[in-house]
T-cell receptor
Framework: ETGVTQSPTHLIKTRGQQVTLRCSSQ?????VSWYQQALGQGPQFIVQ???????GRGNFPPRFSGLQFPNYSSELNVNALELDDSALYLC???????????????FGPGTRLTVT | AQKITQTQPGMFVQEKEAVTLDCTYD???????LFWYKQPSSGEMIFLIY??????QNATEGRYSLNFQKARKSANLVISASQLGDSAMYFC???????????FGAGTTVTVRA
């Protein structure tokens, strides 16, 4: 069984640019969530997708947007990058059955974004 | 207000000893779930253990156990027989109600000494 995968691993962008992060959910998982983890802090919830629809959003501006595809993979787009956007971006997927009951989420290795 | 509070920024533990990581939470929702995750230096968050608010028994998963004290709103993680590979950052997280978003604490760094 393949786990959650993310690409790219690392990314360096300039302030004002746009970036797209990608996530492939674990087989059988239909819910994908995105989190931002600044250095030395816990992850902060950005957005969640369930069966291609947005299922919830955290306190992030509209320039953070994304979508989920029919195969349940997902993209997170960040426009007009700011220096504070530098962080580890984590994608997490939830199982079809137990996840609906417990809410457990399985995380990918993350994408390290550096904005200069 | 912080939903999850982890007051220990860092801890040292001797190999083969047990260590307890503190976590307190704040919610008014009667239905919630509590999670512990391990994050090694590689960055990936590894799911360790889950406790539901209605679960009568404390959760256990191998060397991990969760000391759930509902009235005190605490969910401490106990790692027994520590191993060098347990050195990592540990996060407590909570899901409230039917919403699947997780709220994380600031984390506790555990360093296991040989």
């Amino acid at each position: 069984e393949t786990g959650v995968t993310q690409s790219p691993t690392h990314l360096i962008k300039t302030r004002g640019q746009q970036v797209t992060l990608r996530c492939s959910s674990q087989s059988g998982h239909n819910t994908v969530s995105w989190y931002q983890q600044a250095l030395g802090q816990g992850p902060q919830f950005i957005v969640q997708y369930y069966r291609e629809e947005e299922n919830g959003r955290g306190n992030f501006p509209p320039r953070f947007s994304g979508l989920q595809f029919p195969n349940y993979s997902s993209e997170l787009n960040v426009n007009a990058l700011e220096l504070d956007d530098s962080a580890l971006y984590l994608c997490a997927s939830s199982p079809l059955t137990t996840g609906l009951i417990t809410g457990e989420q399985y995380f990918g290795p993350g994408t390290r974004l550096t904005v200069t | 207000a912080q939903k999850i509070t982890q007051t220990q920024p860092g801890m040292f533990v001797q190999e083969k000893e047990a260590v307890t990581l503190d976590c307190t939470y704040d919610t008014s929702d009667p239905s919630y779930g509590l999670f512990w995750y391990k994050q090694p230096s590689s960055g990936e968050m590894i799911f360790l253990i889950y406790q539901g608010s209605y679960d009568q028994q404390n959760a256990t998963e191998g060397r991990y156990s969760l000391n759930f004290q509902k009235a005190r709103k605490s969910a401490n993680l106990v790692i027994s027989a520590s191993q060098l590979g347990d050195s990592a950052m540990y996060f407590c997280a909570m899901r409230e109600g039917g919403y699947y978003k997780l709220s994380f604490g600031a984390g506790t760094t555990v360093t296991v000494r040989a």
